[in-house]
């Protein structure tokens, strides 16, 4: 399982960028965007269930939105009005949906190698 996260960049604060991964993963994979800052642990972001159903760490509600194309096999992260605590590595995550808990990092056995999302003032 191969995982390859792109759209990474550096905005002022209010812009917006979209992550994407693209991974070649049935279905019954379920897939999260995680993030981790400097001297920080690996926090969960945004997950996906195999419902569709979505969830969203507080920090981010109501400005990021994940979305998955399976056709394309590209996980999305849509992240508006960004905040300088924005700015961390971003990663994309998958196992298997009977597997996978979110946010807990232990559930996710697939990893991409990182995004960096940089948010200035």
């Known amino acids: 399982v191969q995982l390859v996260e792109s759209g990474g960049g550096s905005v002022q604060a209010g812009g917006s960028l979209r992550l994407s991964c693209t991974a070649d993963l049935h279905e019954t994979y379920c897939m999260a965007w995680f993030r981790q800052a400097p001297a920080k642990e690996r926090e969960g972001v945004a997950g996906l269930a195999l419902d569709h159903s979505t969830i969203y760490a507080d920090s981010v509600k109501g400005r990021f939105t994940i979305s998955r194309d399976f056709a394309r096999k590209v996980l999305y992260l849509q992240m508006n009005s960004l905040k300088p605590e924005d700015t961390a590595m971003y990663y994309c995550?998958?196992?298997?949906?009977?597997?996978?808990?979110?946010?807990?990092?232990?559930?996710?056995?697939?990893w991409g190698k990182g995004t960096q999302v940089t948010v200035s003032q």
């Open positions: 995550a998958a196992d298997r949906c009977a597997f996978s808990f979110f946010p807990d990092v232990l559930r996710y056995n697939y």
